[in-house]
């Protein structure tokens, strides 16, 4: 079958656009289209063989009922009986829009629709051109959403074509959704109403309007033995083809653990996938880093969500680690649908952290010109284990200079620069129990430990590695005094790598 596609701006509807795709749904076919969630794979949600259609694009369980959209809230009567009072209150609150509730079924609705259950799911979009199809359709217009069964739900035209490009009659292209998680899903048919489903609109803002409501213990649990409510919810839904793990714990524990799980995949030849934020993407240097939003404001994560796992698809990714989310507001969605697309395998940024003793070295000489930052620069050029800030710093920077001109030329000489360098002084506040700090000369080391009363481990770089040699001053001496320096850093870096090498393989 060949898939047709069709622009459409929701600003300004092609009305012969709607009229077609309408009649396809008439006649039993399938339109996918925009709604504010994701996008939806539209049929006519009152014939019993529209919905079998529905299933077998999906590749989808056929006891995994479907949602019926409506445009107008009378509507709802046709489809729905023993509607609760509280309904009024929730729809003028929350239709149109991301929320779904179920009700006892009427007679029209048949079971393929529902899955065989009396209950009908019902959601009534905002998204224009979702209504305008919904109406043209005849006014009851079933919906998934638009992927393959398994994959994560598109939030672009794109991601339809991609899953079920061949299979349906009609994409109508509406560019990317808003919210970009599936609607909240409220069973009405119990007292207090339920959640089945999060989504954009939270307990919290129910609950302002209707009083308390339930939410399913199956959600709320890691491993839960019990099938959730919503059928839909018991499938490994979501799911990216790389074994995606959530690491968990506070932010800075986190960047840190998967900084190290990134690097050691990275070094053990995997392709590695990191979901980061605007705030945390300059700390990561190993894998595909995607950014997924801003901490800000976690409606663009939810909006970047699907989009990011498709596209680790794409790269053949192997393995993803995620930093995770504040579980408040849409942040529960987002973690719900995170936590489905990891099976449910989350890692503790704690524990993970543990297994490295050191995560900064700083390199310390007295005016971080020379010596100290040849060696972080070396340090940095070594085949290491695990991965560390490494840096420089002096006891005595007045203002922040470049490098030393002649270190320089003999870093230049063997294929390193020194050119981003810029001296500054050594602040209290960076030496920390996770930091070591590697002193050029004794006189320095003496100097921290006296004045600065640091918890961080301080050596001479010589005593670290077990030398009792000295790492001579070139300062004012001609280059050969630079190379001469040069060596014997050398030497003592690549001790310091295999030491550090040593330790990690320890850990
Ligand atoms: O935002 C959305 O809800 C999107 C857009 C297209 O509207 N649709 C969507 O549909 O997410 P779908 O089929 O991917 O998810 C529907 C969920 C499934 O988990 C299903 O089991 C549940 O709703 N559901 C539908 N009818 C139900 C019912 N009668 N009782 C319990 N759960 C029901
Ligand atoms: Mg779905």
């Known amino acids: 079958m060949e898939t047709k596609i069709e622009k459409i701006d929701k600003n300004k509807i092609n009305e012969e656009i709607i009229e077609e795709a309408g009649m396809i749904l008439k006649n039993g076919g399938l339109v996918a289209f925009p709604t504010e969630t994701v996008y ?27 949602i019926v959209h409506i445009a107008e809230y009378e509507d709802l009567r046709k489809i729905a009986v023993n509607i609760p009072a509280e309904t ?48 043209a359709a005849g006014g009851f217009v079933s919906a998934p959403s638009a992927n393959t069964s398994g994959r994560p739900s598109p939030t672009l035209a794109e991601h339809v074509a991609e899953d079920l ?31 089945l489903r999060p989504g954009a609109i939270t307990a919290e803002m129910f609950e302002e309007v209707i009083g308390k409501v339930d939410v399913d213990e199956t959600l709320l649990v890691a491993e839960s033995e019990k099938a959730p409510k919503a059928p839909g919810m018991k499938y490994r839904h979501y799911a990216p083809k790389a074994k995606l793990m959530i690491v968990e714990g506070d ?49 663009t994560i939810a909006r970047n969500l699907y989009r990011v796992l498709r596209e680790f698809d794409e790269e053949d990714v192997e393995e993803i680690y995620s930093e995770s989310f504040a579980a408040q507001g849409i942040g529960k969605a987002i973690m719900n649908r995170l936590e489905k697309a990891a099976g449910h395998t989350r890692l503790s940024a704690a524990e993970i952290a543990k297994r490295q003793k050191y995560r900064r070295i700083i390199f310390i ?18 085949d290491l284990a695990q991965e560390y800030v490494i840096d420089s710093r002096g006891l005595v920077v007045l203002f922040p200079e470049p490098a030393n001109q002649k270190a320089e030329a003999i870093m230049k000489s063997a294929q390193m620069t020194l050119e981003n360098h ?41 005593e670290f590695v077990g030398s009792d040699g000295e790492i001579p001053n070139p300062y004012g001496k001609p280059l050969t ?27």
């Open 40 to 66: 939806g794979l539209g049929a006519d949600a009152l014939k019993e063989e529209a919905a079998m259609k529905t299933y077998a694009a999906k590749g989808r369980p056929s006891d995994n009922p479907l």
């Open 251 to 299: 932010l800075r524990e986190e960047i840190f653990a998967i900084r190290q799980l990134a690097y050691k995949a990275y070094k053990e030849g995997r392709k590695v996938g990191v979901i980061a934020t605007t705030e945390t993407l300059p700390f990561y240097k190993y894998g595909v880093v995607k950014n997924i939003g801003t901490r800000e404001n976690e409606k």
């Open 365 to 382: 000489s007295g005016t971080d010109s020379a010596r100290a930052p040849m060696a972080a620069e070396m340090l940095r050029h070594e």
């Open 88 to 135: 009024d209150a929730l729809a003028a609150h929350f239709w149109p829009g991301p929320l779904t509730m179920i009700f006892e079924k009427s007679e029209v609705v048949p079971y393929g629709t529902t899955g065989g259950l009396d209950t009908v799911a019902v959601r009534m979009p905002t998204d224009e051109v979702a209504r305008a199809l919904i109406r």
């Open 481 to 507: 005094a630079y190379g001469e320096c040069y060596e014997i850093l050398r030497e003592l870096i690549k001790e310091l790598a295999e030491k550090l090498n040593y330790i990690a393989e320890e850990e």
């Open 422 to 462: 810029v001296s500054r002084q050594l602040e209290p506040e960076t030496l920390v129990e996770d930091t070591l700090v590697l002193t050029i000369e004794e006189a320095e080391k003496n100097k921290i430990l006296s004045e600065y009363g640091t918890k961080a481990n301080v050596y001479t770089l010589n």
């Open 165 to 195: 490009g061949g299979k349906i009659d009609m994409i109508l292209d509406g560019g990317a959704v808003e919210i970009g998680l599936e609607s909240t899903i409220l069973d009405m048919t119990v007292t207090p109403p339920m959640i």
